[in-house]
């Protein structure tokens, strides 16, 4: 098992990466019991300098991250954390605590991704919104706090939109509606706490089987 090379005063950094979309969520310090520690028991540990003190991520806000992965740097002077978090990384209550950008603005600190990709951003944005002790006002969550009942009504509506553009409408239109569906989808899958990997899970179970043969299971 490769070890760090620890500082004089017995700490490594620790940069926590997102296991599935690859965000970088945080910067913390470890020593070597909390590396240990991480280890055995699958949840990032780290040492808090201003405490002097072990603790566990997520000990108090119950925003956890499960261990994926551990890596040392090339020159064993830093550790690289891949993990599942449970939840806003950062205790301001966004999904990362990189969310200052350069020229002084903010955003979610979540990168701009391409693919399907794309679908993991935004279950972390929807996540990060419903979680937020913010009072900051957002359609995710003014829609989220509005409950089940209005976040059914606008999928609902959506799908009609799409429907009526789908058979003849322009191709920006329907790709416009079938985002607002999925978006909304999203919504409803965040607010009864289903993460889209189950939903990648479910799809990947029905590869080589017929439709025919899927549909008819399920009466």
Request: proline share 4%; charged share 30%; aromatic share 6%.
């Amino acid at each position: 098992m490769v070890e760090p090379q620890y500082d004089e005063r017995g700490l490594v950094p620790c940069v926590v990466q997102d296991a599935r979309t690859g965000t970088v969520l945080m910067l913390a310090w470890m020593n070597a019991d909390a590396l240990r520690l991480t280890r055995e028991t699958g949840e990032v540990h780290f040492w808090s300098r201003s405490r002097k003190a072990l603790w566990k991520k997520g000990e108090t806000s119950g925003n956890t991250l499960a261990l994926a992965e551990i890596r040392i740097d090339c020159d064993r002077d830093a550790v690289l954390v891949r993990a599942n978090p449970a939840g806003p990384v950062c205790h301001t209550g966004t999904a990362t605590c990189f969310f200052h950008k350069d020229d002084g603005t903010d955003d979610d600190g979540i990168p701009a991704t391409s693919g399907a990709q794309i679908f993991d951003r935004l279950d972390q944005i929807l996540i990060s919104r419903r979680d937020s002790a913010s009072a900051e006002k957002s359609y995710t969550k003014s829609l989220l706090a509005a409950g089940m009942p209005k976040i059914v009504e606008k999928i609902a509506e959506e799908q009609g939109e799409l429907s009526a553009e789908l058979p003849s409408g322009d191709e920006a239109k329907v790709i416009h509606e079938a985002a607002d569906l999925i978006f909304h989808v999203m919504v409803g899958l965040t607010a009864r706490n289903i993460p889209i990997e189950k939903i990648y899970a479910e799809l990947a179970r029905r590869f080589g089987t017929s439709g025919h043969t899927e549909k008819a299971s399920r009466k």
